[in-house]
């Protein structure tokens, strides 16, 4: 006969136990195996968009810490800023975020790192999620490069403050084309441009301003990352027909915040990333939605947030092929 052990749970806590085995082994078995990392990806992700949270002051999750190449997706809220320390001592910062104020996200990243120099800056597009931080940058460092389009925001007007800003400092002024290799003087770097509006043009038109981002492809050490600025939807499945596997790279910088219109499946055909990360902050617009997450994950991509997880460092060294094994003697 079993003896029951007096001090073992009571029968309704081993049901209730029992209970959740079985249904966690029901929803795994009949979870296709092959899909089951983008199912159980796919749930954390939309949990954690039903659920925020709110990241450490100052904490920066690290993917790898480790000489070379560092790209740092900053958490500035609802807007882009990224700063990418180079191999050689060189920096750059792709867009500024959403604010201007020495109380910022971003004038708090550069002071935490003391940073007083940016070799190159880049204004993917002009809106002003990305670019009023630059009114603080050029304010308060010394600038060496800035790349821009040649498109007019003809709703607004901060983009020509921008600009008026750099002329008056005397900064040297780049319109890079698609096709254009950049120079930043960074040993074993290789940065190339698939889209950017590099004649003039006005419009006050989101989806227009938005396709004419600078979309540059940054490679290291047989790795990359994607920077994509907010190109979205239609112009995504256009390059990827134009540029197919060209576009191939490690880590994609989300377009527009995760919207619906980005990620598109064509695109991320060609892009296969391994990681991708979405910079999105508090928003009346639904970014990241369901159906961008959906196609990331449904591309293998493993996604973060710097609504979530807070400023987020990704060094290019953790892509470097796995070392052969040692020659035997």
Same mark, same amino acid.
């Given at each position: 006969?079993?003896?029951?052990?007096?001090?073992?749970?009571?029968?309704?806590?081993?049901?209730?136990?029992?209970?959740?085995?079985?249904?966690?082994?029901?929803?795994?078995?009949?979870? /296709?195996?092959?899909?089951?990392?983008?199912?159980?990806?796919?749930?954390?992700?939309?949990? @954690?968009?039903?659920?925020?949270?709110?990241?450490?002051?100052?904490?920066? #999750?690290?993917?790898?810490?480790?000489?070379?190449?560092?790209?740092?997706? &900053?958490?500035?809220?609802?807007?882009?800023?990224?700063?990418?320390?180079? /191999?050689?001592?060189?920096?750059?910062?792709? @867009?500024?975020?959403?604010?201007?104020?020495?109380?910022?996200?971003?004038?708090?990243?550069?002071?935490?790192?003391?940073?007083?120099?940016?070799?190159?800056?880049?204004?993917?597009?002009?809106?002003?999620?990305?670019?009023?931080?630059?009114?603080?940058?050029?304010?308060?460092?010394?600038?060496?490069?800035?790349?821009?389009?040649?498109? @007019?925001?003809?709703?607004?007007?901060?983009?020509?403050?921008?600009?008026?800003?750099?002329?008056?400092?005397?900064?040297?002024?780049?319109?890079?084309?698609?096709?254009?290799?950049?120079?930043?003087?960074?040993?074993?770097?290789?940065?190339?441009?698939?889209?950017?509006? @590099?004649? /003039?043009?006005?419009?006050?038109?989101?989806? #227009?301003?938005?396709?004419?981002?600078?979309?540059?492809?940054?490679?290291?050490?047989?790795?990359?990352?994607?920077?994509?600025?907010?190109?979205?939807?239609?112009?995504? #499945?256009?390059?990827?027909?134009?540029?197919?596997?060209? &576009?191939?790279?490690?880590?994609?910088?989300?377009?527009?915040?995760?919207?619906?219109?980005?990620?598109?499946?064509?695109? &991320?055909?060609?892009?296969?990333?391994?990681?991708?990360?979405?910079?999105?902050?508090?928003?009346?617009?639904?970014? /990241?939605?369901?159906?961008?997450?959906?196609?990331?994950?449904?591309?293998?991509?493993?996604?973060?947030?710097?609504?979530?997880?807070? #400023?987020?460092?990704?060094?290019?060294?953790?892509?470097?092929?796995?070392?052969?094994?040692?020659?035997?003697?």
């Amino acid at each position: 006969m079993h003896r029951v052990n007096q001090n073992s749970p009571a029968p309704a806590v081993l049901k209730a136990v029992f209970s959740a085995v079985f249904l966690l082994l029901t929803v795994f078995h009949f979870a /296709p195996a092959a899909n089951a990392q983008a199912y159980s990806q796919l749930r954390d992700a939309v949990a @954690d968009t039903a659920l925020p949270q709110t990241p450490a002051a100052s904490a920066y #999750t690290v993917f790898s810490a480790g000489p070379g190449l560092n790209v740092y997706f &900053l958490n500035v809220g609802q807007g882009d800023a990224i700063y990418i320390e180079l /191999p050689g001592g060189k920096n750059a910062l792709i @867009d500024g975020g959403p604010s201007r104020a020495a109380t910022g996200g971003l004038a708090g990243f550069l002071a935490e790192k003391k940073v007083s120099h940016i070799d190159n800056v880049v204004l993917t597009h002009p809106h002003s999620d990305h670019y009023n931080g630059l009114q603080y940058v050029f304010s308060n460092l010394t600038v060496g490069s800035f790349y821009d389009t040649r498109l @007019d925001n003809s709703g607004a007007k901060g983009d020509e403050t921008i600009r008026a800003q750099v002329a008056a400092l005397g900064i040297n002024t780049f319109y890079p084309a698609a096709g254009d290799n950049l120079n930043w003087s960074a040993p074993g770097v290789d940065i190339k441009v698939f889209n950017a509006c @590099d004649k /003039p043009l006005a419009s006050k038109k989101s989806e #227009t301003i938005n396709n004419c981002s600078i979309m540059m492809r940054l490679s290291y050490n047989g790795s990359s990352v994607l920077f994509t600025g907010d190109v979205e939807g239609e112009r995504e #499945t256009e390059l990827a027909a134009h540029y197919g596997s060209a &576009l191939k790279s490690d880590v994609l910088k989300v377009g527009h915040h995760g919207s619906k219109y980005s990620s598109t499946s064509a695109f &991320l055909a060609a892009v296969k990333p391994a990681r991708a990360y979405i910079e999105v902050g508090k928003n009346n617009y639904g970014h /990241p939605t369901q159906d961008a997450l959906g196609r990331l994950l449904a591309a293998g991509a493993k996604i973060f947030r710097t609504d979530l997880d807070g #400023t987020l460092e990704v060094s290019l060294q953790a892509f470097i092929a796995p070392l052969k094994p040692a020659a035997v003697n």
